[in-house]
């Protein structure tokens, strides 16, 4: 069950355009996937506040085993994760260490 969509925004510049994107893509597939199931909540695009703080989550799935939270990214480059779980990503024939997760 789809409980919140995606706010409508109009992205001011190629990134944000790009994790528009992406995240509506995110949210495509986990409608197609969850939408008539009624033991599946899906958030998108869920912003929490917290005094003078705030945290945006992209997608939240709630299910009666725990929650799922995903954050989507566009990335066009090649990325690694090796056997200790650290990821890497090339850019531009350059590497970047990500968190090891």
């Known amino acids: ?15 944000a355009k790009a994790g528009k ?4 893509q995110m ?11 009624r033991n599946i909540y899906v958030f998108n695009d869920l912003r929490l506040e ?5 945290a945006q989550i992209d997608h939240l799935i709630v ?3 725990g929650m799922i ?3 989507s990214k566009s ?13 890497t ?3 531009k024939r350059l590497f970047e260490k990500l968190e090891k997760w």
């Open 1 to 15: 069950m789809i409980v919140k969509e995606l706010d409508s925004f109009i992205p001011q510049d190629k990134f």
């Open 69 to 71: 939270i995903i954050e």
């Open 75 to 87: 990335v066009s480059s090649r990325v690694e994760i090796n056997e200790h779980q650290e990821w």
């Open 89 to 91: 990503r090339w850019f």
């Open 27 to 37: 949210s495509f597939y986990l409608r197609r996937a969850f939408a008539d199931n």
């Open 21 to 24: 994107e992406a995240e509506e």
């Open 63 to 65: 299910h009666q085993y």
């Open 50 to 54: 917290y005094e003078d703080d705030a």
